[in-house]
């Protein structure tokens, strides 16, 4: 089992001796013939606790252990597309997680509290790539990385 996920839901399988009972969180997982069991556990953001136990088919505890799992997900990013607001100036706005850093090319901004952001940088004539990072406070990060074909700006 893993220490830390990425993923809202943990997903993982185990064998225990046939006929046993496998409980998470005092969510019961069946298993098979030959003892194999699946299991999916939902996890909330931070340290979530797992309580397992193995129960033998006449219901008594063979097995109890307790595991932490922490949940820290990438934050989620969308670019919407540049608006180009001068000759050598393109506005790049887009939604984050909440008060996540964002780089645009190096100009930095933090997403308001809704997870909104602008940011306002040089263009030039030809293709521009325009890289965006979101990095939330686990230091998690989301990149965008888009191509435009900037033809009207002014020398």
Same mark, same amino acid.
Request: proline fraction near 5%; glycine fraction near 8%; include cysteine.
């Given at each position: 089992m893993? #220490?830390k996920?990425? #993923?809202? !839901?943990?997903? $993982?399988?185990?064998?225990? +001796?046939? =006929?046993c009972?496998v409980f998470?969180?005092?969510? #019961? $997982?069946?298993?098979?013939? *030959?003892g194999? $069991?699946?299991?999916?556990?939902?996890l909330? @953001?931070?340290?979530?606790?797992?309580?397992i136990?193995?129960v033998?088919?006449?219901?008594? /505890?063979?097995? %109890?252990? /307790?595991?932490?799992v +922490?949940y820290?997900?990438?934050?989620?990013?969308?670019?919407?597309?540049?608006?180009?607001? /001068? =000759?050598?100036?393109?506005? &790049?706005t887009?939604?984050?997680?909440?008060?996540? &850093?964002?780089?645009?090319?190096?100009?930095k901004?933090?997403?308001?509290?809704? =997870?909104? $952001?602008?940011?306002?940088i040089?263009?030039?004539?030809g293709? *521009?790539?325009i890289?965006?990072?979101? %990095?939330?406070? +686990?230091?998690?990060?989301?990149? !965008?990385?888009?191509?435009i074909?900037? %033809?009207?700006?002014? @020398?």
């Amino acid at each position: 089992m893993p #220490e830390k996920s990425i #993923e809202p !839901v943990l997903r $993982f399988t185990g064998i225990v +001796a046939p =006929g046993c009972k496998v409980f998470i969180n005092e969510k #019961e $997982f069946f298993s098979d013939l *030959n003892g194999n $069991f699946n299991a999916e556990v939902n996890l909330e @953001q931070g340290s979530n606790q797992l309580n397992i136990k193995v129960v033998s088919f006449d219901g008594k /505890s063979i097995f %109890t252990t /307790s595991k932490k799992v +922490a949940y820290d997900p990438l934050p989620k990013l969308e670019v919407k597309q540049p608006d180009n607001i /001068s =000759g050598k100036l393109l506005k &790049i706005t887009g939604s984050t997680d909440p008060h996540c &850093i964002v780089d645009v090319n190096g100009h930095k901004t933090r997403a308001d509290g809704s =997870g909104a $952001f602008t940011v306002t940088i040089p263009t030039s004539a030809g293709y *521009n790539v325009i890289k965006v990072v979101s %990095t939330n406070q +686990a230091g998690k990060s989301t990149t !965008v990385q888009k191509t435009i074909i900037e %033809t009207n700006v002014v @020398q």
